[in-house]
């Protein structure tokens, strides 16, 4: 008799009681591309589409028990890492990846919202360029993440090529800056590959409010298709294409007062079964 086992994408990442974002989005994300989702709540942001309430801290301890128990049991595929918001969370993060070292790691480093709100502590930036970053297959700053990464501005193409390139020296293998806040027709991102050359991804603008949890989906959607077999290389272009597609079949559907989520399903997958060996 033939055994069969998922592709399994691991989200460490925190809550959005909304749907849009976070954990929830990453497990829809996850699943719609056809692989089994497990997760690690790393905090618990009471959130909506308007905006971030408050965060609640989980427990160092209780995110490491987490991370033992899913580790044990269910090795992941490949790991997205999303809202890590203290210096103790990374060290206990990195020290599994590190125990890890062959499973690709997609890493969103989660500092602002879509609604604008600072999400992370000051002093757990060092502490992410200093533990995640060197075990991170690539990083997936948005424009305002990397103001912040790169201490300087980022308002247009130009400032992101620079910003890009200061970011990798950061000591991370790959980056892929996110070109979404850009005021132009056409949004383009850039991805900084290990070797030192970008490729441009540019697609059209258009007009939503639904972009809550974009940054989250879009990094969920490259471990998942790195969980596939897919090269780095090639599940970003993917990621990106699904993420567009996502924005786009949600564009003119009114969830919540503010910034409303993606439509996740729009072309589901089934789950898929690898043959054991």
Not at 44 to 66: A, M, R, Y
Not at 71 to 97: N, W
Request: aromatic content about 8%; proline content about 4%.
């Amino acid at each position: 008799m033939k055994h069969y086992t998922y592709p399994s994408v691991l989200s460490i990442a925190g809550f959005d009681g909304s749907g849009g974002a976070g954990l929830q989005a990453d497990l829809k994300t996850i699943s719609a591309l056809g692989c089994y989702a497990t997760t690690v709540l790393t905090a618990l942001p009471v959130q909506n589409t308007t905006g971030v309430k408050s965060i609640f801290s989980i427990p160092v301890s209780v995110v490491d028990e987490q991370l033992a128990s899913i580790f044990e049991d269910i090795l992941p595929s490949a790991v997205k890492i999303g809202m890590v918001h203290t210096p103790q969370l990374v060290e206990t993060i990195a020290r599994y990846l590190n125990q890890h070292p062959n499973i690709p790691v997609v890493f969103d480093p989660v500092m602002v919202a879509t609604s604008g709100h600072k999400l992370i502590e000051e002093a757990t930036i060092k502490s992410l360029t200093t533990h995640l970053f060197p075990v991170a297959s690539i990083i997936t700053p948005n424009m305002d993440e990397a103001a912040l990464l790169a201490n300087m501005e980022v308002k247009n193409l130009d400032d992101m090529y620079v910003a890009g390139q200061k970011i990798l020296q950061l000591g991370c293998k790959s980056v892929l800056l996110k070109g979404g806040h850009l005021k132009e027709n056409i949004l383009t991102s850039l991805y900084f590959k290990e070797d030192g050359s970008v490729v441009e991804y540019s697609y059209e603008r258009f007009e939503t409010q639904n972009m809550h949890g974009s940054g989250c989906t879009l990094s969920s959607a490259i471990a998942s298709y790195i969980a596939q077999g897919e090269t780095l290389e090639r599940a970003v272009k993917l990621g990106q294409d699904y993420v567009h597609k996502a924005i786009y079949h949600a564009k003119d559907v009114m969830i919540g007062n503010g910034n409303g989520p993606l439509n996740h399903f729009f072309d589901p997958q089934k789950l898929i079964k690898n043959e054991m060996e």
